[in-house]
Nanobody, 115 residues
Framework: QVQVVESGGGLVQAGGSLRLSCAASGSTFSIRSMGWYRQAPGKQRELVADITSGGSAKYADSVKGRFTISRDNAKNTAYLQMNSLKSEDTAVYYC?????????WGQGTQVTVSS
């Protein structure tokens, strides 16, 4: 079992920055990748970025060049640095920790970008 807890959301003006953290606990040795997803009202949950235990990252086209995902394996924590935020980035952001067999989700953290 893996537990995942997100933090760092909040209200920010357009053009500002936020840093989200995702702390994993439990059977963290089994985690292969960690990722950030988001869900805006009335929309489906979508991938924002994810990163493997080896550090290979991928991003949604909409956030490339603005968001950076990173991972501290020693702390079992993943981060999402979000710069140049836009109103369309407003959503609940969820962290997912994935093992070979299961995916574990956090409760989500709200990010609101005011224009």
């Amino acid at each position: 079992q893996v537990q995942v807890v997100e933090s760092g959301g909040g209200l920010v003006q357009a053009g500002g920055s936020l840093r989200l953290s995702c702390a994993a606990s439990g059977s963290t040795f089994s985690i292969r990748s960690m990722g950030w997803y988001r869900q805006a009202p009335g929309k489906q949950r979508e991938l924002v970025a994810d990163i493997t235990s080896g550090g290979s990252a991928k991003y949604a086209d909409s956030v490339k060049g603005r968001f950076t995902i990173s991972r501290d394996n020693a702390k079992n924590t993943a981060y999402l640095q979000m710069n140049s935020l836009k109103s369309e980035d407003t959503a609940v952001y969820y962290c997912k920790a994935e093992t070979w067999y299961f995916a574990y989700w956090g409760q989500g953290t709200q990010v609101t970008v005011s224009s």
